[in-house]
């Protein structure tokens, strides 16, 4: 049996690699199939065509797709991004900071709202179609309803422009205090924390009421269990695989769809910067950026297969 | 004396789908003694787990007990509050469930489910849980008994874990115990070994209960009083010889009647001769991918012949697993067999349906067990006939109708039925509709796959006295596939008997009182008889036991 485990680890370890390698191969040419030619957008209009025709050798630019993804291929492995066009910094340089700070809000955010998200989902579960749930269950589809940009709009106008309380965008080089942190980081962790919860809590919520309805459950309940215990003990650990590709959906979400939040609150995360390296046309950074996000997805996806594959008894 | 158990009055209601309220317990009263097993029997919807459940002071999701009590040693769960209810729960009445396969959590080992109960209500130490809870494993002869505690649900047989579910049930010493059908899922073979650990250990530890059961000669061996329940009534009440010799109420003689179904007279021996219609030559069926010697991964059916004459009947049996479904399905071009071929009125069959011309598809039809879902449930009576009178006879409306309400009146329907679709009828209805499907072919041949399965005793009774009376107007042959011996034994002309997939033996019903094969010895013995006193008789040699029972 642990073979068994070992072996479907594996290969869905397997298939994440492939998975990767696909990815990469469709940025690389989705990015290169963008209009405009690179040397000439670098050079300006008042280039010569020697000079564009000298940089296009320099860059490899005339070489063919396949020996150019290869070479960008061997580059992001070696931790080699390449360089800015628009700034000639090393893009690695450019997008470190830049990961430290999405991943400042994600984790922030995923701290405060897997948690809150699970308990909201699983008490709905147990005390389904009570007013408790029903109250839940509209609130969630209310905001699931209202995109993130409304919700991030309505919150600078409350709290920063009618109520003054926090500053309408986040400064995060001026944070010296917990306090400072806090104003700062408040709006964007609770609209990112509204939008990522409501599908946790639903799918929570569905994957429990599911187990709550099995004969084992009933069993549990025959044998005098309490409710916590046939929760916590009977019914929870059978719904955890769909609970944490849920949880890995929603905070996939942290790392790559937050360009609506990152850029509203003028956050300088990753997805800031690349909607930046796309209005300058920026290739590496935007190729590298879309790198990220998918490696990110991957990653979390990838994890939460593996968890649901070893929580399943069955293959004990 | 008062009673241990004290049912007065339960009144139990069920809200159905549509929101409408219905009674379904009205008004029953019960007794049980210390150290008394009362049995509840009675078809499906009679309410007897409803009433075995309120012992608990329990209704399934959309049932509510409304009037009534329930006493249990002098309490009344029905008024208790839920938390005293679950301090009684487990402790002084404990259930061992049906499917004791889907009752264990998977995700937990059985050794800490099995003592959850002291856990829960601390009545003793876990190391002394655990040490009773591997005494009472060897009590019910379970394999490992030292280390079968340490595996999951999965890892374990079904018989097993029935056994272990009764385990779990007696850890904290309960006053009660309810069983409910605790041997409907297994076979035969192994119900005698689980019936005979229920019983000793019912007798060692002097346990009063319920034992809940469809299957007269089941609670024939373990219960002292029977109760026969119908419509959430009480029909009759009375010690377990007086219900089987001296019934009094009709629908206890109905049901007497069922369960001992009248042999007919077989047509003349000579008549085994008679021109055959189906022969099955060497067919091999399985599953899964070809492997490099051009077998599948999983044979299923391994070598089988048999034959069917013209107007006659084949019955299979055999245990689940057996592969009796996989060769019905090869016969009926369902499932491709790999190896073999069936040869049908003198003419070689294609192996997959796809290769069978419209009018041999016509003679060779089958019915299924689950009516349920072989009806679609969107359709109507009338859609679900009509569909086989357009397809293969290419009737036009008018003819169709007529021909409807014939097929209806055949099968014994009200031609009022036509219009309902298969959620508004009974399960002894929708059976009907689904042979009456079969019928509209007007085929030769009928492979009925334990189309009685699922229904209850009196209305398998009439489902077979219908099919007999078919065959008599309309010169059918069956195959009739089922795991119920007493079935296949009232209706077929030869029976072959079946086992991992291969046939052992073909006998005829009257050579079953003496069979040649070991396992059909066995098989045949393990059928649970009326007589109270079958199980402590019946002798079994355990090495035949051991070499064919997968307990």
Not at chain 2, 226 to 254: C, F, K, M, S
Not at chain 2, 313 to 340: D, H, M, Q, V, Y
């Amino acid at each position: 049996m642990k073979h068994r485990i070992a072996s479907l680890v594996l290969a869905r370890l397997a298939i994440a690699l492939v998975t990767a390698i696909i990815v990469s191969f469709a940025v690389f040419f989705a990015t290169a199939m963008l209009p405009g030619d690179t040397a000439t957008i670098l050079l300006g209009q008042a280039a010569t065509p020697e000079a564009v025709e000298g940089l296009r050798k320099a860059m490899h630019l005339d070489d063919p797709a396949i020996f150019r993804f290869l070479r960008w291929l061997a580059g992001v492995v070696h931790g080699d991004l390449g360089v800015s066009y628009a700034n000639n910094m090393p893009v690695a340089k450019l997008i470190g900071g830049r990961l430290v700070n999405t991943l400042k809000l994600a984790g922030l955010t995923a701290i405060i709202a897997v948690p809150l998200a699970l308990t909201l989902g699983i008490t709905a579960a147990m005390l389904r179609n009570t007013l408790y749930d029903r109250c839940l269950t509209i609130a969630i589809i209310g905001i699931v309803s209202v995109p993130e940009f409304m919700i991030a709009t309505l919150a600078v106008l409350l709290f920063a422009v009618y109520l003054n309380w926090l500053p309408a965008v986040s400064f995060t080089s001026e944070i010296r205090t917990a306090y400072d942190f806090a104003r700062a980081y408040a709006m964007p962790v609770v609209t990112l924390t509204i939008v990522i919860s409501a599908q946790m809590i639903r799918m929570s919520r569905a994957a429990v009421v599911e187990t709550l309805n099995t004969p084992y459950v009933e069993m549990a309940l025959l044998k005098g269990a309490s409710r916590g215990r046939i929760v916590l003990r009977h019914a929870l650990p059978n719904a955890l695989g769909p609970i944490v590709n849920a949880v890995a959906l929603s905070l996939s979400y942290l790392l790559g769809g937050v360009i609506i939040v990152e850029t509203i609150f003028n956050y300088p995360g990753v997805a800031k910067l690349m909607v930046d390296a796309v209005s300058t046309r920026d290739l590496p950074l935007i190729q590298s950026c879309a790198i990220i996000f998918c490696f990110g997805f991957l990653l979390l996806t990838t994890t939460a297969d593996i968890i649901a594959i070893l929580s399943n008894p069955r293959l004990r | 004396m008062t009673s241990l158990v004290q049912i007065r009055d339960l009144r139990v209601e069920a809200t159905t789908d549509s929101g409408r309220t219905i009674e379904i317990i009205r008004g029953v009263n019960l007794d049980i003694a210390e150290g008394e097993i009362v049995a509840l029997i009675g078809e499906s919807g009679s309410g007897k787990t409803t009433i075995a459940m309120s012992l608990m002071g329990y209704a399934r999701a959309g049932c509510k007990i409304v009037g009534g009590s329930v006493a249990v040693d002098g309490l009344d769960m029905v008024a208790l509050s839920e938390k005293d209810k679950a301090a009684v729960r487990g402790a002084k009445i404990a259930y061992v469930p049906q499917s004791a396969a889907a009752a264990f959590n998977p995700a937990i080992r059985i050794m800490d489910q099995v003592i959850e109960v002291v856990r829960i209500h601390g009545v003793m130490p876990l190391v002394e849980a655990r040490a009773k809870a591997k005494a009472l494993f060897r009590a019910l002869s379970l394999p490992d008994p030292e280390s079968i505690g340490d595996r999951y649900p999965h890892q374990v047989s079904g018989g097993q874990l029935q056994r272990l579910a009764a385990a779990m049930a007696l850890i904290a010493s309960p006053k009660v115990l309810i069983f409910d059908e605790p041997t409907t899922a297994l076979d035969v073979t192994t119900q005698v070994e689980v019936l005979r650990a229920f019983k000793s250990v019912i007798s060692a530890h002097r346990i009063a209960g319920i034992y809940v059961s469809h299957d007269l000669a089941v609670v024939a061996q373990i219960a002292d009083r029977i109760v026969v329940l119908r419509n959430g009534e009480v029909q009759e009440t009375g010690t377990t010889a007086d219900i089987l010799e001296r019934p009094q109420h009709p629908y206890t003689q109905q049901l007497l009647a069922a369960v001992a179904p009248d042999h007919d007279v077989r047509r003349d021996a000579s008549a085994a001769a008679a021109e055959a219609l189906l022969e099955v030559h060497e067919v091999s069926v399985g599953y899964g991918p070809l492997r490099s010697d051009g077998q599948p991964a999983i044979v299923a059916v391994d070598n089988v012949s048999l034959r069917v004459a013209r107007g006659r009947n084949l019955g299979i049996i055999g245990e689940s697993g057996c592969g009796k479904s996989t060769l019905a399905r090869a016969i009926a071009g369902i499932l491709p067999p790999f190896a073999g071929g069936v040869v049908f009125d003198g003419r070689e069959l294609g192996r997959s349906a796809r290769n069978r011309n419209p009018d041999q598809l016509r003679q060779v039809q089958i019915v299924f067990q689950h009516a349920d879902t072989a009806l679609n449930p969107a359709h109507t009576v009338e859609d679900i006939l009509g569909r086989p009178l357009t397809f293969y006879h290419g009737m036009a409306r008018r003819e169709r109708n007529a021909r409807i309400d014939q097929l209806l009146d055949m099968v014994k329907l009200p031609r009022a039925l036509r219009l309902r679709r298969p959620a508004e009828l009974s399960g002894g209805q929708k059976q009907r509709v689904n042979f009456a499907r079969a019928l509209a072919a007007d085929p030769k041949l009928i492979i009925c796959d334990e189309i009685t399965s699922a229904l209850d005793t009196v209305v398998a009774a009439a489902v077979i006295d219908l099919l007999k009376e078919l065959q008599r107007e309309l010169d059918l042959a069956y195959v009739f596939i089922s795991h119920d011996l007493s079935v296949v034994e009232a209706i077929c002309d030869d029976i072959v008997v079946m086992y991992r997939g291969r046939k052992i033996e073909q006998i005829t019903p009257e050579a079953m009182a003496r069979p040649e094969h070991p396992y059909t010895q066995l098989l045949l013995s393990s059928v649970p008889k009326l007589d109270p006193t079958w199980l402590d008789r019946l002798r079994q040699d355990p090495e035949q036991v051991r070499a064919y029972c997968q307990r």
